[in-house]
């Protein structure tokens, strides 16, 4: 029967977690999420985008408008790009903490490990309320250890916030619709307004997916709800038949709607995001492909993308299949069993798992119908995963166990090490397999492999607790697993992020900052032929520089503001140098000068004639 019945109270004093299971979980999210946390440059595409739209609002004190720190090429030369592509809300958490720790990657990264450790936080206690303190206890570590959160975790993207607001929303839709179906209307407000606010923070981290998502969670939920099914009852007259459906799916959706209290709700969410997005529209300006922020923001970042238009990222339909199980080891093989265990019907669980299959697998299900597919576009539903494992978990921890459960923990423990196995396999021979002049990192290579051989060690040993019988054995496997989780992130952090310092990400890095004395002069720096775009530079960088990447250099050069002969730095790869620029230089009689070198990077200085003077050389020598 359904839980949420009318004049029915389904409450009861919640299973709060112990103090020591509250410091084991917020000592564990501090090894994951915060441990060197700032010891790794900024990272590219995103989170050096996300950065530097931060940096400058901090610097300029502009807290409508995200702006890229580099220039327009034949506009004023203080006219800056406007980055029209994410809402605002990621910049305003990112300029507030640069405004209080400084201009350095930790502060930059501060806010979003602050918010995957409340997430953690969020899920085992809602996980303890609902099934249990174990079962909240091991949500809380199941969803902290999977990879996919430990590395949205550790860099400066929306993933992070919109997984928290998303989890609020489903919760506090949730609760609103418990309190409704019992009479306690003062309750249901609350719930129904906590809603609407964490959907308004939706809507300004992530757009209109924010508040597009959680109703279709809701209706495929209610109309699961309606749905009863009953076995062998009889009408009366010693007749029975075996099967009997009731369908009450818009008395369902009616019950949803109302327990949201939309009127208000719908109101409240305006009065909190139309202001920016009518400012931002009112402020103008055109980004780097000369699009108003209608065209880039409404048009090609939620019409586009919501048409199939973002072909970059196409993948096949199953897809999340495979990214679930890499991004969600080591728990992703205990999933199926978890998934298909309900509560009995006349169970108060019965109905929050069932809230919580629904969660997960509309999300899943979603992205796996469209055509765009990257891991973290199903982040939202690893905290519904996280919970159904706890609870699964906690059930098959104890101590008197079916040969069932046994059977699917052993089975589980086979699917992650074979995993783990197969990801090892992949990294020893994937740099064998990649074109001769593609870039490889010998050291950051070698240590990955390394890294993968102590996790696989760790699963191993795991593996070999679950094939042991007793509850016991299968304990010690799951702090095993959790455990390898932890001191894999701790060691590759403090392995790995130095090489990406010195090898990866710091030549180009420093090349940036290099030019930072140039600048101070007045010599106009250009980003020539940086593919893919490297925008972290422009975090580093002490000065707003041009970027080209599309038109050979001096015929984009004709466009370029210097009004007189004068000296121009240009930072580049050293590839793009000796095939690009040394040919078109040597056309044109033009001497580059290197003014630094590092790791396949360069800085070149090059006397520029007058404007008019480039336009003859380039139409001579077409």
Known sequence: ????????????????????????????????????????????????????????????????????????????????????????????????????????????????????????????????????????????????????????????????????????????????????????????????????????????????????????????????????????????????????????????LREGCVALWPLAGILLCLIITVPWHYLIWKAGGRDELGLTWVQEYIIRQHIGRFRGLDKVHDAPFFTYFIYFAVFFLPWAGFAPAAFRTYAKSSDRNWEHEKYLQCWFWTIFVCFSIAAAKLPTYIAPAFPAAAILLGRWLDTALSVNISKEVARSLKKGAEFTLGTSLFLLVAVIIAPHLVPKNAPLYPNLVTNLQFLLVFMNAGIVIGYIFFRNKGNAAHLKGVAVFASTLLFSTIIGCAVMYPILGRDVLGPYQLMAKDADSDAKQGIPIVYYHIIPRRPSMNFYSNYSPYENKNVTLYRWMRAFPVPSPGPVDIVTSMHTYRMDVIPRSDKLGIKPEILDEKGGWVLLRVNIPATQKIHEMVQSNS
């Open 1 to 252: 029967m359904p839980l949420l019945e009318k004049n029915k109270s389904i409450q009861k004093p919640p299973d709060k977690l112990s103090i020591m299971a509250w410091s084991i979980l917020i000592l564990v999210c501090l090894g994951l999420f915060f441990f060197k946390l700032g010891s790794a440059p900024i990272f590219d595409l995103d989170e050096g985008l996300y950065a530097t739209c931060s940096r400058v609002m901090s610097d300029s004190n502009n807290w409508i408008t995200p702006f890229l720190n580099s220039m327009v090429p034949g506009k004023h030369p203080l006219v800056k790009v406007p980055f029209f592509e994410k809402p605002i809300f990621i910049y305003w958490i990112g300029a507030a903490s640069i405004r209080l720790f400084g201009t350095n990657p930790w502060a930059v990264r501060f806010p979003v490990a602050i918010i995957s450790l409340v997430t953690t936080l969020l899920i085992a206690q809602t996980g303890s309320r609902w099934f249990g303190a174990r079962a909240g206890f091991l949500a809380g570590l199941v969803y902290a250890t999977s990879p996919l959160t430990i590395l949205d975790a550790r860099q400066f993207t929306t993933d992070c916030p919109v997984t928290l607001f998303f989890t609020l929303q489903m919760l506090s839709f949730f609760y609103a619709l418990e309190a409704y179906m019992v009479g306690n209307y003062s309750r249901m407000r609350w719930m129904a307004i906590g809603f609407w606010l964490t959907s308004a923070l939706a809507i300004l981290t992530k757009g209109a997916v924010g508040l597009i998502l959680p109703p279709i969670a809701f209706g495929v939920y209610l109309l699961v709800r309606s749905l009863h099914i009953k076995l062998g009852n009889s009408n009366g007259n010693g007749s029975a038949f075996l099967f009997a459906i009731k369908l009450r799916p818009l008395k369902s």
